[in-house]
């Protein structure tokens, strides 16, 4: 028989981190799936190359050494899985690799990998492409375009370091005016047109420009949520902060903001709420800390959609709160059983702070004595000199 | 070899202010010499800067004379002897053609833009009583978005922008105005660019604003301003 | 005073390498992350820097017996100061577009602290000849890395080196890179290649311990 000798955890839970990312991966699929079948060809490419390039450059940091992780641990693929659904689908291939790669780069290796990462690494990539490409990163095309699964929108296959493509002709070719490439909340906020219940729930309606389907996304959450992949305080507590802050102001002034609705199902408020806050190394552990955070996210992203120059504030709010996180964290740390403040109330801090069975007999009232340490005895003295 | 020990005493108050002195006077000295003799270089080099930047907005302009319009009314010609400043007074240039003839008159603007003030120079063309084109003097909007002012081809279509003052010369008939992009109906007013409002509206404000102040000012006295003096 | 030619290289090189002001000492952020759109505003602010800080390390040099050591701060300030002032008018004269993308960067060159440091630490107790050497080593080192980050960001963020364009008219710039953070991006970035040589350079001499290491 062999002993193992080490330091606590000695118990583990069954899971791993490679099996939580499958199950992540997994659930991801039917959402990339629609993705592609809103967007066709383009939108499959550009997830591909983005994961593609996430991975590789996972690999070359994890083979440089003085990372956590590895390559076959699946994180890198979710990340380049999130990152492409939150880029437009028509989004030129070589900035989305470029994403990927500031997103494994930045965001990640340079913490030290998985675990030790600060900021969702989705997030920084898109965050970087958005300060580098802002005029790319806002131009989306319509979904549905007739003839989407044989031919790519000519943005997707810009020649590396160029301009992207110009759709406006093609989207002529097809009878569709520029600014039908408008996503719901950009048309809200630069022309006042506020996009029907239906075409954002399910996004199936007409040529509008939306990111994969709300509802698909809160289905597949609920099942990670259900087998405890995330935890479901979280995506609560954003969509709830976030529909309170809409609907008080909707309260306030009906004709100046959106109804509530609106504002919970446009834009990437349900991916980011249900997939990117949720990053296990990036949100609070404590139960309370998850409702603070949920609730920083939401009130910020309605507070940039609202009164700031971005139609979407989703990516800013969660890495804002990213940040805000180990604050969150110290000052919601859960009282230990027994050390409450009801338990404190009218005693001294001296002594037992937990109530003692009356059967139990203390080490000091038996007269014990600690023992001296022994434990290195047998140490041998200093090794021997040459 | 530089073994000269210092010994380790403090130095009298005299000897100190005597180095400083001997020091600051030596600076001094050096100062008066490089303001000396850069001076004409500097002069030359702000004086063509003025040139360039006038020429831009007025083409046809192949030389320029500064000028200021007084609150009273007043325009006094700033000559290599300098004016006695006037408080109040606004100062812009009016630019001549080959044939000496007043070609346009360009007027400094200031604005807030998006991340600090936009200063732009905008040329007047009296005969058509409109802003011909401007140029930037000053900015630092964000590379990509603000800066296409002066490249956006829909926002330089605006120019000719009309800039017509009321019959009694004391304002613009019709404020220059930006509105959104596609919005515009009438010759004043200016269309901004998608993406780039903040700074669409303060170059209609930078306009505005200084047409409204100078313009009464110097319309009443065309005819003196006619020809080169 | 029988240095070799090679120790005054080393001296030299000093400043290039092994204590490169920006990328070793990190030191004179403000300029390096402020100015450096452009390959030539870098370069311009490198030669700039490196006016005053030849100049100013010589007078320090030239004054430093007679300079009492109380006030000694306040005199390399004044002499720093003068230098600054002459530096604007030259850079004025030459051009006045330069002039306003430098901005107030160039006065102040005056809190550059590598211009104090260096007056404090080396010219005030070394003579003429060394001090010149050592100075033109660092303002040498600091031009080079401010040249390195300039060029990086020109490059990515216009598309252009020394105002050619490098890929054709349909280039997208990386807007982020003439921006702030662009600065910050590619200093760190900067800053990890210069690490991962000079360790790979230490790795060497510690297998053979007969090099001297400081």
Redesign the interface.
Known sequence: MTIEIRSAPHIKGTRSVEQIMRHVVWSLMPICAFFVFQYGLSALLSLLVVTVSCLLTERFFVRQGGQSGDIGDFSAIITGLLLALSLPPGFPLWMGAVAGIVAIALGKALFGGIGFNVFNPALIGRAFVQAAF??AI?SYTPSFMPGRFYEFIPSSMTIPLMQPVSVVAWLQDRQFDALAGATPLAKWK?EGVLANADELLTSLSGHMAVGPSPVLILVCGAYLAFRRFLDWRIPAAILGSAGLTAWMLFALNDVRFPNPFFMLFSGGLILGAVYMATDMATSPVTPKGMWVYGALIGLLTVIIRYYS?LPEGVMYAILIANAATPLIEKITQPTPFGKGVLSNFGRQKKGASYPLHSGYISREDAGAVTPKKRFLFNKPKQPPKE | ??S?V?PPQ??SAV??IR??G???AL?GF??VS??Q??YD??RE??R??VERAVFKVIPTARSIVEYVASPAGEIVKVGAGGTAAVSGAVKFYAGYDKDNKLAGIAVEGVAKGYSDNVRILFAYDPAAQTVSGFGVV?SRE????GDKILVDKNFLANFPLEAKLTADLKKLANAIVTVKHGSKTNPWEIDAI??AT?TSRAVGRAINDAAQLLLPRIVPHLSALKEKP | ?NASTTERWDEFMEGIWRQNPLFVMVLGLCPALAVTVSAVNALSMGLATTFVLTCSCVLVSL?R???????RI??YI??I???V??VD??I??????LY?ALGAFIQLIVVNCIILGRAEAHASKN?LLPTLINALGMSAGFTLGLFALGAVREIL?AGTFFGIALFGADFQ?W?VM??PPGGFFVLGAWLLIFAAIARRKNARPLSSPAQGVR
């Open positions: 802002p005029q806002a630069f120059g | 070899m530089t000269a210092i403090t130095t000897a100190m180095t400083l001997l020091i600051a600076c050096i100062i490089a303001y003799g850069t270089a500097v080099n702000k063509i800067a000053t964000t590379p990509g978005i998608t993406g903040i | 005073m004054l017996k007679l300079i009492p050591k109380e006030v306040a005199t004044v002499i100061a003068t230098f002032t002459v008018y030259l004025q004269a030459i051009s006045l577009a306003d003579p963020g710039p807007v003439v921006l």
